[in-house]
């Protein structure tokens, strides 16, 4: 199979400033799709407009949420070249949702290539500041139609693109951590991108509006800190040690979670990756043990949380130390290829 790309001749006005595209309100001008049914595998690979799609109302997707999704992101170097940062990672990780929904799985290697010339043909959409860049929304949906319960025999493929800034901007956060909603269980879909561990967050999110985001706790003792549905948590323990919850089937295996550990760990920081109680941690602010802590995520980059609300207390970090900023800037510095790739984790599209 080959990507057949179909170029228009109308492209969409731009945004218009930089410093105003937020994260989530602008896409660009083309999309990639492609459609697999149970006889045929996947067919009709192509780039194309972006424009609405159409499903029947009857598609398993609409009843029964038999949907996944990657959050990526594209970077324009100072040497005017594009940048993916470990792509794979996406891909497989897409597989590995694919496979506990039952959908099929895509070649990795053959949807890279779509993507490079995807983003090669909506380069003119890539924002110039560092922090800014083209977030890449890979989706797969069910849409074969039948209110039947089983899994789909037709899926649809997509990939869009939204020129964005950091979801949390620069804020420093405010975290509620929520003792009686969950986002998901071990065994359920907790560690998978799905679209229920997000939409579960709306509601309890509205309850605690006064707070930026929620940090779960596991679903059976509400007892471990877990992640914060948009990025997972580092704490800070005396600018020396990172604290973050192990990957044990609760929370999402990220692929910013994962190079802040690497990085950290070649640059000669201890990484504790364990179980860590909630009480431990507030414990451990009140005593001014846990300094900081940020979160981290491709739409998030590295936030810094300043306050921890838990049981009517509010515990903030001293901020007496800054490994946030500090691992903000090593990850976009690798990420726009002003620093050295030590890792190999970036690819340059030509
Ligand atoms: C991402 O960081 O890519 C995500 O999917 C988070 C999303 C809630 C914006």
Not at 35 to 55: H, P, Q
Not at 64 to 92: C, T
Not at 245 to 258: E, S
Not at 286 to 293: D, L, M, N, V
């Amino acid at each position: 199979m080959e990507w057949i790309v179909k170029q228009k001749n109308d492209l969409k006005p731009l945004y218009e400033e930089e410093g105003k595209i937020g994260f989530g309100k602008y896409y660009t001008d083309y999309m990639l799709k492609m459609l697999y049914s149970k006889n045929k595998g996947w067919y009709d690979a192509e780039i194309t407009e972006f424009k609405d799609i159409s499903i029947s109302p009857a598609a398993l997707v609409l009843h029964y949420g038999q949907e996944i999704f990657e959050g990526m992101k594209g970077f324009l170097g100072n040497d005017g070249k594009i940048r993916l940062f470990r792509p794979m990672e996406n891909m497989n990780r897409l597989n590995r949702s694919a496979s506990r929904l039952m959908m099929p799985e895509i070649d990795g290697e053959f949807v890279l290539e779509g993507l490079k010339k995807l983003l090669l043909l909506d380069k003119r959409w890539f924002p110039k500041n560092k922090g800014n860049a083209v977030y890449i929304r890979p989706t797969m949906i069910a849409v074969e139609p039948t209110v039947y319960l089983k899994p789909s025999d037709e899926y649809l493929f997509y990939i869009i693109l939204s020129p964005a800034a950091g979801i949390y901007g620069l804020k420093e956060l405010k975290l509620y951590a929520e003792t009686e909603f969950v986002r998901a269980a071990i065994g359920g879909t907790a560690d998978i991108k799905t679209g229920g561990n997000y939409a579960s967050a709306f509601y309890p999110g509205k309850l605690r509006e006064k707070f930026d985001a929620l940090l779960w706790l596991d679903s059976q003792e509400r007892k471990y800190v877990q992640e914060v549905g948009t990025m997972n948590i580092f704490f800070v323990e005396k600018g020396k040690r990172l604290i973050t919850p192990k990957l044990d089937g609760g929370i999402l295996p990220g692929i910013t979670r994962d190079s802040i550990i690497k990085i950290a760990q070649h640059d000669g920081y201890e990484v504790e990756e364990r179980k860590i109680t909630i009480d431990e941690v507030v414990d451990n602010i009140s005593k001014g043990i846990f300094t900081e802590a940020f979160g981290t995520g491709t739409a998030a980059i590295v936030s810094p949380v300043r306050e921890i609300f838990y049981k009517d207390n509010s515990y903030a970090f001293s901020f007496e130390t800054d490994l946030r900023n500090y691992f903000y800037n090593k990850l976009l510095n690798i990420q726009y290829g002003i620093d050295e790739d030590l890792f190999n984790w970036v690819e340059v599209i030509e």
